[in-house]
């Protein structure tokens, strides 16, 4: 049964098993690729020796794909399904199965079979505290048109927040779970994750791993598409980092401070 998330806690409820590593992912009218989605997992980290769970919250699809997902938690004991009422964004995807997450490491990975479960265990190696580990699509299976749109769109935002990302579009990136209470969970938010958590003061990693055509389903946004919801954003989160307050502090106690 998909559970219908109302209240997400960002701890595991007493008692529950954690495990080492979370694979959240955010899906919207994928009826064709979640069950190969979960299967493709299952094979590619068979033989891992970190324990994990995949954390796949649907926003608000109106095909088949809940159906789908109710199917799959019955046969994965490491799957884990919510479902949204409306759509909202795949931000707000990602926002709810981060939220019920459960490891100690979360990786947020794309719903539409572009990225290679295999890549998995690579990045997680290089998982670390106060660190965003990015994925790099190095030999990009889209469109020249999609290509050259995402090249822009990363040399724009580059050259505003200089956050050290490469591939800001890539979904597969790793974070430790307490990041998730860092993040200002708006729409468009997993464009920027980089952007957000160097802010943070978060050391950025850049990983290349596979990329894979598309093969089942369809692109749910075109360049112009990007471009309308990219551009907004990007003013958006300039304020955001401008804005935003640093709340580092001490405790003053009456304890006498170590001299050298």
């Given amino acids: 049964m998909i559970t219908e998330m109302t ?10 098993e954690t495990p080492d590593v979370s694979i959240v992912i955010s899906v919207r009218n994928e009826e064709d690729c979640v069950a190969p989605l979960v299967e493709e997992i299952d094979v590619a980290l068979s033989t891992w020796d970190h324990s994990f769970e995949v954390v796949i919250a649907d926003d608000g699809s109106t095909d088949r794909s809940v159906e789908y997902l109710e199917n799959l938690v019955g046969r994965f004991d490491f799957l884990r399904c919510f479902k949204m009422p409306i759509g909202q964004s795949k931000s707000a995807g990602l926002a709810v199965a981060a939220a019920a997450a459960r ?6 990975f794309d719903g539409d079979l572009q990225n290679d479960p295999r890549d998995i265990p690579a990045l997680v190696k290089l998982a670390a505290p106060d660190t965003l580990v990015c ?3 190095k030999k990009r299976a889209d469109s020249l048109r999609k290509r050259l749109g995402s090249k822009l769109a990363n040399a724009v935002r580059r050259s505003i927040f200089s956050d050290a990302a490469q591939d800001s579009g890539c979904g597969v990136k790793v974070m430790p779970r307490e990041a998730v209470s860092l993040i200002p969970w708006v729409r468009g938010v997993h ?3 980089p952007t957000v958590l160097k802010g943070q003061g978060y050391t950025i990693v850049n990983v290349p791993i596979n990329d894979r055509p598309r093969t089942l389903g369809s692109t749910k946004y075109t360049n112009w598409d990007r471009l309308k919801r990219t551009v907004p954003d990007l003013f958006g989160f300039l304020w955001w980092l401008k804005r935003r307050l640093k709340l580092d502090a001490e405790e003053i106690t009456d304890e006498p401070k170590d001299s050298d």
């Fill in 191 to 193: 464009r920027f994750l």
């Fill in 103 to 108: 490891g100690r490491w979360l990786v947020t």
């Fill in 7 to 16: 209240d997400p806690s960002h701890e595991p409820a007493p008692g529950v």
């Fill in 135 to 137: 994925g790099v699509r």
